[in-house]
């Protein structure tokens, strides 16, 4: 299965990368970028758009990964006090019952 995973995998990177290629090479309009404050000089239009494309999902991975590493932090903290729960619980069940009511 994790073998068929890979290969699928790859094939998608594998067509993406092929449908860029294609996008770059159909659009060789040259095209300046302007920021508000600052201009670029002008580069082909497919640049900019796999730029920004590339970009952007860059910037989704980053932001997923600090949810990710917030959520694990969270999950260890209660694996935490759950095996202080647990541990607890196991001393009490091995206590004496004359022990326990004092």
Do not use: H
């Not at 092929?18 to 159909?26: I, N, R, S, Y």
């Not at 990964?65 to 260890?76: K, Y």
């Amino acid at each position: 299965m994790k073998i068929l995973r890979k290969i699928i995998t790859v094939l998608i990177v594998l067509a993406t990368l092929a449908v860029g290629m294609l996008f770059a090479l159909q659009n060789k309009t040259m095209v300046p970028l302007d920021l508000l404050v600052y201009s670029l000089e002008p580069r082909s239009i497919a640049l900019w758009v796999l730029s920004a494309f590339a970009i952007g999902g860059l910037l989704g991975m980053l932001a997923c990964s600090t949810v990710l590493l917030r959520q694990r932090a969270s999950i260890g903290a209660a694996n935490r006090r759950l095996a202080k729960s647990r541990a607890e619980v196991g001393r009490l069940r091995d206590t004496p019952a004359d022990v326990a009511a004092q």
